[in-house]
């Protein structure tokens, strides 16, 4: 399967950039990236996703880059609210069939 | 609109027992994914079924299992517990495009096994 590598922990002042970075050098073409953060052991929670192009939301921003095998997400104002352990994801399968595989994350502390 | 629903947030149980875990998908999701997460550790693929079909299944032993009812709300059960199976036991639930889209994960049921 393939598989994510995160750094284990981050900080950032409040207000500025987080970019979290993440490491799928064994992604196959037909598989996203998705990244999902998760706040004091409650569900994680939807961020991002992608396969080939960069994306934004109203959350953030993911750059891929173009040999898929990393990819940068981008909170670009973070608050301290922002403070949560962030998973980059691949997801495996085909039609109808599809899993998650979770790395162990990075915890982001975000500073006043 | 609600969420994906899980029950019960919490429960202890002794090692041997056995216990099922309930959850309910967002209305109109057909596909249920199951999902461990021990303490310190990223969420593990348990199962997941579409359409009360069982589509994938994680590396777990015969000692889980789950099924898939008309309405898609999902049970998991796990059978002669043990003290490893203390987790956080994550739902999450999909639309029946699932191509280009989201999981939505439910809170959880934190299972201590003593």
């Known amino acids: 399967d393939a598989k994510t590598t995160q750094p284990p922990s981050m900080d950032c002042a409040e207000g500025r950039a987080a970019n979290l970075p993440c490491n799928h050098s064994?992604?196959?073409?037909?598989?996203?990236v998705y990244w999902y953060r998760q706040i004091h052991s409650q569900g994680p929670q939807y961020i991002i996703h992608?396969?080939?192009n960069n994306e934004t939301n109203e959350m953030a921003s993911l750059i891929i880059t173009e040999d898929r095998k990393s990819s940068t997400l981008i909170l670009p104002h973070a608050t301290l609210r922002d403070t949560a352990v962030y998973y980059c994801?691949?997801?495996?399968?085909?039609?109808?069939?599809?899993?998650?595989?979770f790395g162990t994350g990075t915890r982001l502390k975000v500073l006043a | 609109d609600a969420g994906v629903t899980q029950s019960p947030t919490h429960l202890i149980k002794t090692r041997g027992q056995q216990v099922t875990l309930r959850c309910s998908p967002i209305?109109?999701?057909?596909?249920v994914s199951w999902y461990q997460q021990v303490l310190g550790q990223g969420p593990q693929f348990i199962f997941q079924?579409?359409?009360?079909?069982?589509?994938g299944r994680g590396n777990f032993p015969d000692r889980f299992s789950a099924r898939q009812f008309p309405n898609y709300s999902s049970e998991l059960n796990v059978n002669a517990l043990l003290l490893g199976d203390s987790a956080l036991y994550l739902c999450?639930?999909?639309?029946?495009?699932?191509?280009?889209?989201?999981?939505?994960f439910g809170q959880g049921t934190r299972l201590t096994v003593v």
């Open positions: 999450a639930s999909s639309p029946f495009s699932y191509s280009n889209t989201e999981a939505f």
């Open positions: 064994t992604i196959s073409g037909n598989e996203y």
């Open positions: 992608g396969l080939k």
């Open positions: 994801i691949v997801r495996l399968g085909a039609s109808g069939t599809y899993k998650y595989i």
């Open positions: 209305s109109g999701h057909k596909s």
């Open positions: 079924y579409y359409e009360k079909e069982e589509r």
